[in-house]
Each structure stands twice: as C-alpha cells, then as structure tokens.
C-alpha cells in the first residue's frame, strides 16, 4: 500500500475509534513507521509503507495514547521514551519548566527537586537548559522511576533519582517543582479513555497535595502545576502560607496553569 492510501485508510479507522484527532494521529503513526518526520511525509506519498503500521494503528483504535503506541515523545529540547509506566508529558508542563528556568536565571550550580518526576520529563528538561543545575528527581512509583533512569542514560543527563514521597521537599532546596496528581476521584470517570483506561491512576488522582508540598516544603522557590480552576485556591493557599512574590502563568491555551511563590 502506498503512503496516500495508507493516510487514508488510517484516518478513517482512527475517526471511526472515536480519536479525537483522527489527521495528525495517522500522519505521525504513518510517519513514525517510514522513520521520516511527519513535515517529510508529502515529499513520500507513492512509497511504499512497510509493515508493522497495521499493528500500531490498532492499538491507536483501542484508544492506547499516541505516546505510548510511538513510545516517544518530544518534550521541550529532548525526546523521551514513553510507556504505561508513566504520565504522558504534556504541553502545559513544558510551561512549568519555563517559569522555573526563569527562576534560576544567574543561578550558577542551584539545587533543584522535581517531585513525582513521573517518565522524568521536567527533571531532564531542566539538566538540559540549566547545565549548571544539581537535579534530583524522586517519585513514589518504582515503575516511574525506571522509566526516568532509563530517559536519563539515553540522553545523557545526569540526574539524581530516588524513590521518596513528599517527605523529599523539606531537604533545603534552591527550587522545588512538581507536577503532583490534581484530578478528583470523582472526576475519573469523565476523563477520556487514553487517560481513564490507559495512564497510571496513581499519576492523576489525588487531592490537596499543592498545599501539602507548599506546605512541607523548605526551599527559595516553589513552581506547581496545577488543573484548570485550581490556580486562585492554590495562589491563596501560597499567600497564606508566607510565600511572597506569588505569580499565576497560564498556558498556550490561555488557561491558568502554573503556580509559583518565592520564600
Ligand atoms: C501528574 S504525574 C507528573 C509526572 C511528570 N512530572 C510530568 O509532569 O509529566 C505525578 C507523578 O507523581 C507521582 N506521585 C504521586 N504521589 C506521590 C507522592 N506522594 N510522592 C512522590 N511522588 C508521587 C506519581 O507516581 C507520578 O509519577
């Protein structure tokens, strides 16, 4: 089958599975398995494709993230390997990363701590583009934690990695970041199947642990990401517990996402 009909026929069986997405999805799949990137594809529409795109395909028709079915994933500079081990980077945390390299601008050699570093994604991001950063990543999930040492040793970035819960912030810190689970239990089954059905629970829900790690934590700087409509209760919560300088950033889709205070 030629690289058109396979576009073809892809999208249509990703639009009939209910993906959201159905164009870019078959384009990056088709893509992924030529080994091109998906702005390469025009110039390869008579090509044949070779096989192993059936396979990847049905798995997207199962509602399986993209991420996972490609098993990589960009984030900001770098590429992560992505499994069911761990929460899917997203767009929004690419922010989060953003506002705590502004932070540590002029910072020579600070010491930084991602809590529930998840696949590694902020941790790594900030080694890359803070080259002088200290980084330890921790996550409760033993599973997660593989999955960032293996990002970790691919790309080269040396990161510090332990297993610890939240207990890990009131070491004194230059900054503390974290991406901590914020969506309700009651919530869970709203949420789309590539996430209900496919993502680590344990990643997602949980309640009440923006203040918590605000509250626990011993350091300059704190940057949380947070869910939609939780900005302003978590800003109050940071005001009230003596951090000052508290700052709300929204994300590319103008909602706000991340939370930071100075203590
Ligand atoms: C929303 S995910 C974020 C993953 C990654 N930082 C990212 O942004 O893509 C939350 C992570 O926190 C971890 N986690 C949940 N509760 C935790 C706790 N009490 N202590 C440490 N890690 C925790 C989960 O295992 C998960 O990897």
Known sequence: ??????????????AAAGVETPNVD???????????????????????VPDGLNELVERRTRREPLAYVLGEWGFRHLTLKTDARALV??????????RCLALLAGESAPRVLDLG???????LAIADEHPGA???AVDSSPEALALARENSEALDLAIELHEAGLEAAEE????????????????????????????????????????????????????????DEQ?????????????????????LTDRERVVEGIR
């Open 231 to 251: 900005a302003e209760s978590v800003a109050a919560a940071l005001d009230s517990l003596g951090y000052s300088n508290v700052t709300i950033t929204s994300d």
């Open 134 to 136: 200290r980084v330890t």
């Open 172 to 227: 004194g810190w230059d900054l503390v970041v974290s991406n901590p689970p914020y969506v309700a239990a009651s919530e869970w089954d709203s949420l789309q199947p590539e996430i209900r059905d496919w993502e680590p629970r344990a990643a997602l829900v949980g309640e009440g642990l923006h203040e918590e790690i605000a509250r626990r934590a011993h350091t300059l700087r704190l940057v949380l990401e947070v869910g």
């Open 89 to 98: 980077p997203r767009p929004e945390t690419e922010i989060v990363v953003e």
């Open 1 to 14: 089958m030629t690289v058109a009909a396979a576009l073809r026929l892809t999208e249509e069986r990703l």
């Open 26 to 48: 078959a384009e990056l799949l088709v893509a992924h398995v030529l080994g091109v990137s998906r702005s390469q594809l025009h110039a390869e529409r008579e090509r044949e």
């Open 117 to 123: 570093t998840g696949s590694g994604a902020i941790a």
